[in-house]
Structures are given as structure tokens and as C-alpha cells.
């Protein structure tokens, strides 16, 4: 390997994707852990190529040791909460530009399953809304679609299982158990409902502070991923992104 003998390179193939970026290795030498971090470029083909600096512990016993800290991303599944309006689509849609293809993006269940319900406009919800039978009938067909298209991983949702189940506490229909103990979220990205309210011409306006309500009891009891709540200014996407990236080391 050469590490105490002036110049030397290791190759190391690594597991999984092969993504490269800045990878840190920690070298342990004399008792001493030494971490060099520096760009690595690596290649699902090629793998590693590593180059160390000579440094001094000749003559003195060493071991080295190298653990590449490769990126989570292809891991992870994220989802973005919060009440009505208040800005998870427009996040969701910067986040689409920002990551492209890295993720699969799933979009808004209730605006999905709200057509099956003669859902359009924003006056279209008190009928449903008034009928529980139809509006449990509703959020069991939310869940269905929105467990399948978590199936690939990994994602980015406009909206979790757990914002469901906030609704349906919020307008009386009980809520899943089956889904509140399997629903699994690695990092959520909560925007509360401060701002004022956009219509839109389809999201009604009633109950956003009882479904923020809701949903932190819920979190609080089901929730065991890491919970970000944004700012509602400019930096909001900036932060999105530093959450993720976070999340993914």
C-alpha cells in the first residue's frame, strides 16, 4: 500500500451504486485515527482510487483502517407535511428541479383519489366532507394508492400517511392503526400552516390549525424518523435541500 513509504494508491471497489463525491476514510496510526477527507471519484466499472501522502510513523507499529462513507440517498424516503396551503407543493415541485431523477416523486394522493369522489373545485369538498361513510370510503382509497407508489424507493411524497390519518381526526373518521404502525418515513419535511391561506380553486380552508394540531399528537406518537420543520421564507428550499443531504450521509 505505501502509506509509509512516501506515495501509494489503493483500489477499492465499492458496494452498492457506486455514487462518488467527497468520501471521508479514517487512517489509524499509533494509536492516533487520522481523517483525510478529499473528492473521490468513483465509477460503478472502475471503482476507488485512493492516494495518500506520505507521512511519518515509520518504524513504529500502525494499522489502517477504511470505511468510505457512501451516500444514503438511494435509501431514503421523505415526505413533505403540513396543512393546506402552505407551500408543500411548491417545495415538492423545487425539489423535483433540484434532485431530477435521484428520486421518485409522488404527488398529492387526495388530489389522485379526489376525481373517483366528483372532487374538482374547492366547493365540491362540503358533500364529501359531511358524509362520513364516503369520506372514510375516501382516506382507506388515499392509503391504498399512496402505499403503492412508496413501494420504489427512494421518494420524495407531497404529503405522508401520517397527514392522512391528521385528517381523519380532524373531520371524525377514525384512524388506521395498520397504517400508523407500518408507515415508515426516514425524514420529514414539515411546513406549518403560518401563512395565509392561497386558494387555489380546489383546497377548502376550514381546519388547518386542528389538522397541524393532529398531526404533531401523531408524529409525536407514530413518528420514529427525523422531523424538519421549514421556515415559510426564501431560505425554505434552501434548508429542504440541506435536510436531505444531510440526511443521506
Known sequence: LGLCCGWGYKDFAPDGDGVGGPTAWDIACTGRVLQWRFPVRSSFRFGYQTRFRHFDCVNKPFTYDMFPRASHMHLLRIAIDGAQSTGKTTL?????DRYGNQFSFVPEASRHIAKRFAV?????WQPLLANKDRLRS?????EEWQVEQEIKVPFIADSS?????AYRITFGVPTNDSV???AKYDLV???PPVSNFVADGFRFET?????????REITRSYFRGRLVELPTNGARLEQAVAA??????
Do not use: G, H, P
Request: aromatic letters at 14%; a negative charge; proline letters at 0%.
Open 120 to 124: 374538482n373545485t374547492a366547493t365540491d
Open 180 to 182: 400508523l404502525s407500518t
Open 92 to 96: 415538492w415541485s423545487q425539489l423535483q
Open 161 to 165: 400517511l401520517f397527514l392522512i390519518q
Open 138 to 142: 375516501f382516506f382507506e382509497q388515499e
Open 207 to 215: 381546519q388547518r390549525d386542528r389538522v397541524d394540531q393532529a398531526y
Open 244 to 249: 436531505i443531504d444531510k440526511q443521506a450521509t
Open 189 to 191: 419535511l414539515y411546513c
